[in-house]
């Protein structure tokens, strides 16, 4: 009789996995925003936020934004969009963040780690939901409790090298004019093989 109660509890432990989750934002500024009162939405950050959400829904497999400076682009993009998929759409997301130094790419992991480790329904906070490894908290290299998700940085010039990956984001591979205008600069930066 127990292994028939095994299998019943097992298959609606199967169904319960299956079943589509309900998102609690449906964007990742809806998020943001939720988190953080003070983030103004401009026309230009919907743009961005609407098509994070083509891309987290698979309507688009790849996405570039190009836009000036100071418009919020990468925190939006580098940093409350894997947020927004790992607390919200799918736990088990790797994902590399690649910027033109290990540093600034680190930032962002650092920044996403935070969040996790701050809104985790303690003190009456918002609770994301998600716990990070003991063992994995390194600003630029940490992965979730109990699933295959996390965050790996790294600079244009550092390793990704057996690194999987369903997210690859990279904010900011040229960092001034002056990389933009050297020859050799933009032939090492060629040499990154296409993802």
Known sequence: MSGLLDVRAAMREAARLMKPRTRRWASPLDMAQALDPTIVRTPALELINASLVDVAEGR????????PPQEAKSSTVSYRFPTWLMADVDQDLRTIIISY???IARR?????KRDFETFNGDEGTVDLGVRLRADSRAAGRWQIEGRKGGVFCAGVAGSV????????LIDDPIKDLEQAQSAVYRERFQRIPPI
Do not use: C, F, Y
């Open 60 to 67: 688009e497999d790849r996405l570039i934004i190009s836009m």
């Open 101 to 103: 130094s290990d540093e």
């Open 108 to 112: 962002w992991g650092a920044d996403i």
């Open 161 to 168: 090298t057996g690194r999987p990956a369903e997210l690859i």
